[in-house]
């Protein structure tokens, strides 16, 4: 049984920083790209960051030069570590990846970013 777990997110004022983990367990032979989505209430989820195996990165232009993602050496554990946050970062935040050739969700995390 695979699982992505997540954690690190909370309440945060306007500026401030929070880092997102999230790792695979269970029996994993491969993980292919992994990255964060955030779905707001009422709105679609949308995606934030994404990273290859190979430690190509792509970003959401709203989080551009804010935002960072990375993995661990081992490539099973993802991050996001977040600068600069604004009340409109505030969202549901999954984690996703393509693990044993198959796409995988973890349960989602909050950020709430207000003063």
């Known amino acids: 049984q695979v699982q992505l777990v997540e954690s690190g997110g909370g309440l945060v004022q306007p500026g401030g920083s929070l880092r997102l983990s999230c790792a695979a367990s269970?029996?994993?032979?491969?993980?292919?790209?992994m990255g964060w989505y955030r779905q707001a209430p009422g709105k679609q989820r949308d995606l934030v960051a994404t990273i290859t195996s190979g430690g190509s990165t792509n970003y959401a232009d709203s989080v551009k030069g804010r935002f960072t993602i990375s993995r661990d050496n081992a490539k099973t554990t993802v991050y996001l570590q977040m600068n600069s946050l604004k009340p409109e970062d505030t969202a549901v935040y999954y984690c996703?990846?393509?693990?044993?050739?198959?796409?995988?969700w973890g349960q989602g995390t909050q950020v709430t970013v207000s003063s």
């Open positions: 996703n990846a393509d693990i044993n050739l198959r796409p995988y």
């Open positions: 269970g029996t994993v032979f491969s993980i292919a790209a």
